[in-house]
């Protein structure tokens, strides 16, 4: 009976597990995928008329250009984080070049003591001297990271910078494919208006008939 019972728990708990596993790939999925049918059963949707389809067109080109600005946006706060990171590394590179700096005039100061007689003892200077140029060493393969990193996230932002470009003439292409139907539509009304107008100039009008002539008494 307890075998049962922990049995009957662990698959309730495997479950459990399972569908927040489910909920989160679901989210997931739907964060990524969008349609107009999205919300609504497409088995369905398949079914309704031709006729009854009138405003699909318009509802789904909204829906692409919405997701064309969401790539867009996405884009740019990609090129922000690579901005960022730049920034960070060219700070890291003027603080290579400040403990180079500092390390420079360590070893002027301690080649000075050096030169003084009387001043610390010879090998113990021998010894700073060499310390601190290791050191110098050390920061002269720091900066040759940086300065690669540095390059490589330029043209990094370069690549993105050019994306964006591109995937703004794309929304505007969208744009103008939006506005010829309409310009049609007006185009077409406009010429069905004047169609009218001629047919109407065409048909000629009914003349009245003529009052009947008066008896002479």
Do not use: H, W
């Not at 307890?2 to 569908?19: D, E, N, R």
């Not at 506005?179 to 009218?196: G, I, M, Q």
């Not at 048909?203 to 008066?214: F, L, S, V």
């Amino acid at each position: 009976m307890k075998k049962t019972a922990i049995i009957f728990l662990l698959v309730i708990t495997f479950a459990f597990t399972g569908c927040a596993t489910m909920d989160e790939l679901t989210g997931s999925i739907s964060a990524k995928v969008t349609s107009i049918t999205s919300n609504v059963d497409p088995k369905i949707v398949a079914k309704v008329p031709e006729d009854k389809r009138g405003g699909f067109p318009k509802a789904e080109f909204a829906v692409k250009v919405a997701e064309e600005k969401l790539k867009l946006a996405q884009l740019k706060t990609e090129l922000a984080v690579k901005q960022k990171k730049l920034a960070e590394y060219e700070e890291e590179l003027v603080n290579i070049d400040l403990k180079d700096a500092s390390l420079d005039y360590d070893i002027v100061k301690q080649e000075a003591i050096d030169a003084t007689p009387g001043l610390g003892k010879k090998e113990d200077n021998i010894k700073a001297l060499t310390s601190l140029k290791l050191k110098k060493n050390d920061l002269q393969g720091d900066r040759i990271k940086a300065n690669g990193n540095i390059d490589s996230t330029k043209q990094q932002i370069k690549d993105m910078a050019d994306k964006i470009k591109a995937q703004e003439e794309k929304i505007k292409e969208l744009a103008v494919d939006k506005a010829k139907p309409e310009e049609k539509a007006a185009v077409s009304t406009e010429k069905e208006k004047a169609d009218k107008g001629k047919v109407a100039e065409a048909t000629p009008k009914e003349e009245a008939p003529a009052a009947p002539a008066e008896k002479t008494k």
